[in-house]
């Protein structure tokens, strides 16, 4: 049973920062490839940052050279690192296994975190 903890967010002020971090357990973390999803209300989870199994990335174009996304794999942590956040950013933020089909990135489990809250506001 994968256990995914989700952690790290809260207000802040635009062009301010912060770091997600998502602790997983019951996998075996270095195998897999790992995204950051986020959503707002009304809108569909949108894969905004991957990481594979051999440290390549991958970020949507609304936060790239903004967000860094990297792992831990002797913490079977995956981290965020959001710089120069604007309104829009505000979202809940999830992770989850990623999985590589017809040349895009889909999360594996049905079952998600609680995610974590992060506003940017001033």
């Known amino acids: 049973q994968v256990h995914i903890v989700e952690s790290g967010g809260g207000l802040v002020q635009p062009g301010g920062s912060l770091r997600l971090s998502c602790a997983a357990s019951?996998?075996?973390?270095?195998?897999?490839?790992w995204g950051w999803f986020r959503q707002t209300p009304g809108k569909q989870r949108e894969l905004v940052a991957t990481?594979?199994?051999?440290?390549?990335?991958i970020y949507a174009d609304s936060v790239k050279d903004r967000f860094t996304i990297s792992r831990d794999d002797a913490r079977d942590t995956v981290y965020l690192q959001m710089n120069s956040l604007k309104p829009e950013d505000t979202a809940v933020y999830y992770c989850n296994v990623v999985r590589l089909t017809s040349g895009s990135y889909y999360p594996v489990y049905d079952s998600w975190g609680q995610g974590t809250q992060v506003t940017v506001s001033s």
């Open positions: 019951g996998i075996t973390f270095n195998l897999f490839h």
């Open positions: 990481i594979t199994s051999g440290w390549s990335t």
